[in-house]
């Protein structure tokens, strides 16, 4: 297993994408350098905005009916935590790195391990919550 640093967008780390294959994912924003090694193993790597972004992923259905887990989410302090990971977080993300050989031809792919997230990003809620204080309610 190995480890990347970067900034992570559209994520789904704890509950899986479902617009198409259940999936796991975060695009990670990389610089040029770390870009550009991934694609010349074969890995796809998105130009965004933000920058080039490696996706890593775990899709959710295994063969035979297998499930697989979440991966883990992590605190800067290696403390499992449950929040929604948004853009521009500043991430360290666990992944295995693998290849074969299919019916369509050769394929590669990163397995997202776990996810540690360096720099909390308090997400604001958009309820109207903030309208109250402490103990009101609306």
């Known amino acids: 297993m190995a480890i990347l640093e970067g900034t992570a967008y559209w ?11 259940p999936v796991y994912t ?14 010349s193993r074969g890995h796809k790597v998105k130009q965004m905005d933000e920058g080039p972004a490696v996706i890593v992923k775990r899709k959710v259905n295994g063969p035979n009916g297998r499930v697989r ?3 883990r989410l992590l605190d800067s302090d ?12 500043k991430v360290r993300v ?11 031809g050769p394929y590669t792919g990163l397995d997202l391990q776990a996810v ?4 909390l990003i308090p997400y604001k809620n958009e309820d109207g919550s903030e ?3 402490d103990g009101e309610e609306f």
Request: glycine share 8%; charged share 20%.
């Open 11 to 21: 994520a789904s780390i704890t509950t899986p994408n479902t617009r198409f294959e």
């Open 131 to 133: 309208f109250f204080g």
């Open 26 to 39: 975060v695009n990670l924003v990389v610089d040029e350098e770390v870009a550009n090694d991934f694609a």
């Open 78 to 89: 290696k403390s499992e935590i449950s929040v929604a990971v948004g853009n521009g977080y």
């Open 69 to 71: 887990p979440a991966p």
């Open 116 to 119: 540690q997230v360096v720099d």
């Open 94 to 104: 666990q992944y295995t790195e693998y290849a074969g050989e299919g019916k369509f």
